[in-house]
């Protein structure tokens, strides 16, 4: 008889196995960190790992690969709203969120280092930039014909700005320190009218 599998035993070990590797690309770098101590940290076995996952790149893509489904999730409960300010300001915040996270300044520079050399995981990383970046600018776009956000700003590129301040964020970071603060001054000056742009 035919073992069945249970799908939401395989997404949970997945993710355990995920976040295992992240803590660990984070804190030690993709190079040091071996799939047996992904395995340790996560309470499996190194067979155990390789039966979800065909090797230690895909782990790594794997941690990026969480973010669209969360991107397309963040863009759309904002993409209606009233006030589309306070939306941007949202979707910032929520993007810079884990910037506090010890791991998360050297996951995202073992992510620089390899994302030339792997293009599947270029591929991960591009896909939730590009419905954040389509998101924002639809929202500055409002804000604009709003008369809320400076008409000076062309939508698409004040966007990708709002990312690379995000991404500022997590280069910038220092464990237990929230960004939300300077993060939001930053943006409403960027963005009001009249500001010095």
Avoid at 147 to 160: M, N, S, T, Y
């Amino acid at each position: 008889m035919a073992r069945t599998v249970d799908p939401r035993r395989v997404a949970q070990r997945r993710e355990a196995i995920t976040l295992a590797a992240a803590r660990l690309f984070g804190t030690q770098g993709y190079q040091r960190t071996t799939v047996a101590d992904i395995a340790r940290e996560a309470g499996l076995s190194p067979a155990s790992v390789f039966y979800y996952f065909p090797d230690k790149a895909a782990v790594f893509r794997a941690i990026f690969a969480r973010d669209l489904p969360l991107a397309e999730a963040l863009v759309a409960r904002h993409a209606e709203a009233e006030d589309p300010v306070a939306a941007i300001l949202a979707i910032v915040a929520e993007q810079a969120r884990d910037a506090a996270d010890p791991a998360a300044p050297g996951l995202l520079v073992e992510l620089l280092r390899r994302v030339e050399d792997d293009q599947e995981l270029a591929v991960v990383v591009t896909r939730p930039v590009e419905v954040l970046r389509a998101g924002l600018a639809a929202l500055i776009a409002r804000g604009i014909a709003a008369g809320v956000i400076d008409a000076r700003l062309d939508p698409a590129e004040a966007a990708a700005w709002l990312l690379s301040i995000v991404d500022a964020c997590y280069l910038n970071a220092a464990p237990g320190r929230d960004p939300t603060g300077p993060l939001r001054r930053t943006v409403l000056a960027y963005l009001t009218p009249g500001g010095d742009v």
